[in-house]
C-alpha cells in the first residue's frame, strides 16, 4: 500500500511469512497442513508468470509447460536415481534452460504480444499431447515409464540431501515449500532493485528505449524467461512430491490458464498480488467443490469477466489505490 | 575525437522501400567530424525514414550505412547504441512510468558500475537542469519537460554521435532558446545530426543543412545558402 | 489410385474442417483485432443447439444449418454489447475476458446438460472409393466450408455491407465521418462472426460426442491456425488451414492423430518464427 515505505511493507510481509512458517504446523493438523501446501505452490508457480508477465512484460500463455517439465523431469529422475537431491536440481535446471532456448527462439525473432502467447501457448499444448500419448510401455526414459495419460505413480519423494532412507515428512514438505516461496519472494525484490532488475523493468517501460540506450533486450527478456521458467519448475517438483503423482494434466490449458487468472485476480505489477490471487482462488476452488450447485468453472470465468471489466488493474493494486486515497483524506 | 573533416557517418545509395512506395531513394550522405547538421525538408520527404534507417530503426531495402567506415546497415538499435550513438526520436520515447531519476540512471548505467553510475546522475541532473524534478514521473511531465529529459538522457553518457529527432516540438520559446545553447554545447563534444522544422530554431544553430525533397536530397550546403535558393521555397512553398 | 483419391479428400476435409472451425474467430479477429477465446464454447454450443433441435424433432439440416447460427448468434449479440464492448483496443483485455466467458459457459453448460457425452449421427451414409470406406459427410463438410469461405470473401468484397465493414476496420473515424456508425459495425460483425462460429459447430456436431469441454479441442487449433494465417480473413484462414490441414493429414495417414496434431502445431511454431505477422501479415497487406 502506497505511504508505507518499501522497506516496512518488506517487513510486514517478511513477519507474516515467518509466522506461518513457524507458526501453522503447531495450530494445525497434518492433513490441513497438506492442503496449505498445495496452496504455496499454486503460490510460487503464480509467481513466477507474474513475474515475468508484471515485471519482463512477457505474457506466456504457457508457463504450464514448465511447470509440467518440473513436475515430471523430478518424477523420472527420482525413479532413475533414487537420491532426490539431484533430481530436484535437475527439475529446475532442465524448466529453465527449456525456457531459455524457447525464449530465445522467439525474442530474437523480435516476436510479441499475441504471436509470442500463440506460441507459448502451442508449445505447452505439444508438451501436453506428446505426453498423453505416452501410454505404451515403450516410453521409458532410463527405469521410469512415462504412463502417457496415466501418468507416473509413487516415485520416490524429495528426501533429506544425502540420504534416501529419510523422506520429508508432510510438516518437513510444508517448511520446504513455504521456506521456498518467501526466499524466492525476496530473491526476486532483490533481483528488481538490482541493475538486472532495472533494466527489465525499463524494457517493459519502454523497449525502444532501452534498445536505444544500447541494452540487448533479446538477451534480458530471454534472462526473465529462463528465471520464469526455473522457478515454475520448482513449483512442479513441489507440485510432483506433493501428490506423489505426475499426470499431464500439469502440462494443461487449464493449469495455464488458472495460472492467468491467479496473476490477473491478484494483480499484475507486484509480487503479492500473484500469490494472494493464487491463494484467494485456490480457496475459492475448493469451498465451490464441495457443493453442487453451482459449477465450478462458471463461477471462475465470471470472476475472470468481472476482474477485467471492473478491476482492470487486479485486486492488490487497486486496494493499493483504494487505501492511499484513503489515506488523503 | 579524430581530425577535423575526417568522414564519420557515411551512407551510399540507401534505398528504403514500403510495399509500392520509395521513401528514401538511392541517398549518398556524407557527414564529417564535429558537424552539426540539420536535415530539413516539406513532411513526406523522407528524412525521418532516413533517420531511421541511421539509428536502426529500419533496416534498408537497399545500400549502406557506413559509421566510421565500419559498414553498419541493418544493424539492431542497440549495436548503434553501443557504438557511441545517441537517439532521441520523433515521439518522445522514455520511461513513462519511471521518475526522472530512474530515466536518467538507465541512460548511465551501462557506462558506469553502480555506485559511480549513482553519482553520475546526481551530476547529470544537476547539468541539464533536471534536479528539482527527480522524483517526478516522467510521463506526468509536460510536453516540453519530457524532451528536456529526452535529450539529457540521449547525451548523458557522451556520445560521440547524436541524433536528434524533432528536440524542439512543443517547446516554449524560452525552452527553444535553452535547447539551442544545450545544442551548440553538446556540438563541441559530439557531431550532431537534427532533424527539424522549425525554421528559426535552425538558424539559431545551423552548420550546414542537407534538404530532402521525394525521398532524395535536393541540396546540401550552409543554412543561409539553402535558405534563400528558390527550389527549397518553391519545394516549401510551391511557386 | 484409389489410395490416392482417399488421400486427397482427407486432406480436403482436414482443410475445410479447419477452414470451418476458425471462420468465425477470423471474421472477429481480422476485421476487429478481437481475439474471442470463447470462439471454442460458441462452437460448442452451436453443436448443442443443433443436437437440441434435432431431438425436439426438427430435421437435421435446418437444425445445422439455421438453428445453430442462430442461437450462437443471438448469444454473440449479448456477449459484444455486455462485455467485448468496453474493451476494444484492448487486446489482451479481450482474450482474458473471453477466457473468463469461456470458463463460464462451459460451466452453464455442464449445469443444464451434465457431463455425459451427446450427439447424433451423420445424415449422409458413406460410399466405397475401390476398396475403401470413405464418409459421406465428409464431402459436405468440404463443400460446407467451401461455401462458407466464397460466402465471406464475396460478402466482403462484393457487398456494400461488406465495404462498410472494411472501411470501419481500417478507419472508424473516417467510416463515422461518412455516417456509418462503427459501433454498430462492431457489434453486427462480432454477431456474424458468432454465428459463423455457430455454423460450424452445428455442421461438425455429428462427428463426434460432444460435452461441455469440448471446445476446448477446437480453440486452441482455431486460434492457432487464424494468428498463422494473419490479417487477411479469406486469403489468411484459407491458407493456414491448406497448410495445417495438409500437414495434420499426411503426418496422421502415416501415424497416428496424435502426430498429426503435433505435426501441426510444430509447423505453427516454425511458421510464427519465419513469419511473425502471419501468412499473409506480410504478404497480403491489402487484400481481404
Same mark, same amino acid.
Given at each position: 500500500m502506497t505511504g508505507m515505505s518499501e522497506r516496512n511493507r518488506h517487513l510486514i510481509v517478511l513477519g507474516i511469512g515467518l509466522i506461518l512458517l513457524f507458526g501453522l504446523p503447531w495450530v494445525v493438523d497434518v492433513v490441513t497442513l497438506l492442503e496449505l501446501t498445495i496452496y504455496i505452490v499454486y503460490a510460487l508457480f503464480a509467481l513466477s508468470l507474474g513475474f515475468i508477465?508484471?515485471? +519482463? &512484460?512477457i505474457l506466456c500463455f504457457g508457463q504450464a509447460a514448465f511447470f509440467g517439465l518440473g513436475a515430471y523431469t523430478y518424477a523420472v529422475a527420482a525413479i532413475n536415481v533414487g537420491e532426490s537431491s539431484g533430481p530436484f536440481l535437475l527439475a529446475i535446471l532442465l524448466p529453465a534452460a527449456f525456457a531459455a532456448l524457447l525464449g530465445a527462439m522467439m525474442f530474437y525473432g523480435r516476436l510479441s504480444d499475441v504471436y509470442l502467447g500463440v506460441i507459448t501457448l502451442v508449445v505447452a499444448l505439444i508438451l501436453f499431447k506428446f505426453v498423453n500419448s505416452t501410454?505404451?510401455?515403450?516410453?521409458?526414459i532410463g527405469q521410469a515409464?512415462? +504412463? &502417457?495419460?496415466n501418468g507416473i505413480p509413487g516415485f520416490p519423494t524429495l528426501n533429506?540431501?544425502?540420504?534416501?532412507?529419510a523422506p520429508l515428512m508432510p510438516d518437513e514438505m510444508f517448511y520446504l515449500a513455504m521456506g521456498l516461496l518467501i526466499a524466492v519472494y525476496f530473491g526476486l525484490h532483490g533481483l528488481l532493485r538490482s541493475r538486472f532488475g532495472r533494466i527489465v523493468v525499463a524494457i517493459r517501460e519502454n523497449e525502444l528505449r532501452a534498445e536505444l540506450l544500447g541494452y540487448d533486450v533479446r538477451l534480458y527478456k530471454t534472462a526473465v524467461f529462463a528465471i520464469g521458467g526455473g522457478i515454475a519448475g520448482l513449483a512442479g517438483v513441489l507440485f510432483a512430491n506433493w501428490g506423489n503423482f505426475v499426470s499431464p494434466g500439469v502440462f494443461g490449458l487449464a493449469q495455464s490458464a488458472t495460472a492467468i487468472i491467479w496473476v490477473i485476480v491478484g494483480g499484475l505489477?507486484?509480487?503479492?498480488g500473484p500469490i494472494v490471487g493464487a491463494v484467494l482462488i485456490q480457496f475459492l476452488t475448493t469451498q465451490l467443490g464441495?457443493?453442487?450447485?453451482?459449477?465450478n468453472a462458471f463461477v471462475l470465468g465470471l470472476i475472470l469477466v468481472l476482474v477485467v471489466l471492473l478491476l482492470p488493474k487486479g485486486l492488490m493494486p487497486t486496494l493499493g489505490q483504494l487505501f492511499s486515497r484513503g489515506r488523503r483524506k | 575525437m579524430s581530425a577535423r573533416g575526417e568522414v564519420v557517418l557515411e551512407t551510399r545509395g540507401l534505398t528504403m522501400r514500403f510495399g509500392g512506395v520509395?521513401?528514401?531513394?538511392?541517398v549518398d550522405f556524407t557527414l564529417r567530424d564535429g558537424e552539426l547538421r540539420c536535415l530539413i525538408g516539406p513532411n513526406g520527404a523522407g528524412k525521418s525514414t532516413f533517420f531511421k534507417c541511421l539509428t536502426g530503426q529500419l533496416k534498408p531495402s537497399a545500400g549502406d550505412v557506413l559509421v566510421r567506415e565500419r559498414p553498419m546497415t541493418g544493424a539492431e538499435p542497440c549495436r548503434m547504441a553501443q557504438a557511441g550513438i545517441g537517439v532521441k526520436t520523433q515521439t518522445p520515447s522514455v520511461?513513462?512510468?519511471?521518475t526522472v531519476r530512474e530515466n536518467l540512471f538507465l541512460a548511465l548505467a551501462r557506462h558506469h558500475a553502480g555506485r559511480i553510475a549513482d553519482a553520475r546522475t546526481d551530476e547529470a541532473l544537476e547539468r541539464y537542469g533536471l534536479a528539482d524534478l527527480r522524483?517526478?514521473?516522467?510521463?506526468?511531465?509536460a510536453h516540453g519537460q519530457r524532451q528536456r529529459v529526452e535529450i539529457a538522457m540521449v547525451v548523458a553518457a557522451e556520445p560521440w554521435l547524436v541524433l536528434l529527432d524533432e528536440?524542439?516540438?512543443?517547446?516554449?520559446h524560452e525552452e527553444v532558446d535553452a535547447l539551442a545553447a544545450l545544442i551548440r554545447d553538446i556540438n563541441r563534444r559530439s557531431t550532431m545530426i537534427i532533424v527539424e522544422h522549425d525554421m528559426q530554431f535552425i538558424r539559431m544553430i545551423g552548420d550546414r543543412v542537407t534538404v530532402f525533397h521525394q525521398g532524395a536530397i535536393l541540396i546540401e550546403d550552409h543554412v543561409d545558402t539553402v535558405l534563400d535558393d528558390a527550389r527549397v521555397r518553391e519545394v516549401y512553398l510551391g511557386s | 489410385m484409389d489410395f490416392a483419391v482417399v488421400v486427397i479428400v482427407e486432406i480436403l476435409y482436414a482443410v475445410a474442417s479447419l477452414a470451418l472451425i476458425s471462420a468465425g474467430l477470423a471474421v472477429v479477429f481480422g476485421m476487429m483485432r478481437v481475439i474471442n477465446l470463447a470462439h471454442g464454447e460458441f462452437l460448442m454450443l452451436g453443436g448443442y443447439s443443433a443436437i437440441v433441435a434435432v431431438k425436439a424433432g426438427i430435421n437435421i439440416y435446418v437444425a445445422m444449418l439455421v438453428v445453430a447460427p442462430l442461437v450462437v448468434g443471438i448469444l454473440g449479440l449479448i456477449v459484444e454489447r455486455l462485455v467485448i464492448r468496453f474493451l476494444y483496443g484492448r487486446m489482451l483485455d479481450t482474450m482474458l475476458a473471453t477466457w473468463g466467458l469461456s470458463l463460464l459457459l462451459t460451466g452453464l453448460v455442464t449445469m443444464i446438460f451434465g457431463n455425459t457425452t451427446t450427439g447424433i449421427s451423420t445424415p449422409i451414409s458413406g460410399y466405397r472409393v475401390g476398396a475403401y470406406q470413405l464418409s459421406g459427410y465428409n464431402l459436405f463438410i468440404i463443400v460446407a466450408g467451401v461455401l462458407v469461405m466464397a460466402g465471406i470473401l464475396l460478402t466482403l468484397r462484393y457487398t456494400r455491407v461488406g465495404l462498410i465493414a472494411r472501411g470501419a476496420m481500417q478507419s472508424p473515424d473516417m467510416a463515422s465521418g461518412l455516417g456509418h456508425n462503427p459501433q454498430r459495425i462492431y457489434m453486427i460483425t462480432f454477431t456474424v462472426g458468432a454465428a459463423l462460429s455457430g455454423l460450424a459447430g452445428g455442421i461438425l456436431a455429428p462427428l463426434t460426442g460432444l460435452t461441455p469441454t469440448t471446445g476446448g479441442l477446437y480453440v486452441a487449433k482455431a486460434f492457432i491456425t487464424v494468428i498463422s494465417g494473419g490479417a487477411a480473413v479469406v486469403a489468411g484462414t484459407l491458407s493456414s488451414a491448406s497448410l495445417f490441414g495438409t500437414i495434420t493429414q499426411v503426418v496422421t495417414l502415416s501415424s497416428t492423430p496424435v502426430w498429426g496434431d503435433v505435426a501441426m502445431l510444430i509447423a505453427a511454431v516454425i511458421l510464427l518464427r519465419l513469419l511473425p505477422q502471419g501468412i499473409t501479415g506480410r504478404f497480403f497487406r491489402r487484400q481481404v
Open positions: 508477465w508484471g515485471h +519482463g &512484460g501410454a505404451n510401455e515403450t516410453y521409458v515409464r512415462l +504412463g &502417457g495419460f533429506w540431501p544425502g540420504d534416501p532412507s505489477g507486484t509480487l503479492i464441495q457443493q453442487s450447485v453451482v459449477n | 520509395v521513401a528514401v531513394d538511392q520511461f513513462n512510468g519511471l522524483h517526478r514521473r516522467v510521463g506526468e511531465l528536440p524542439a516540438a512543443g517547446m516554449t | -
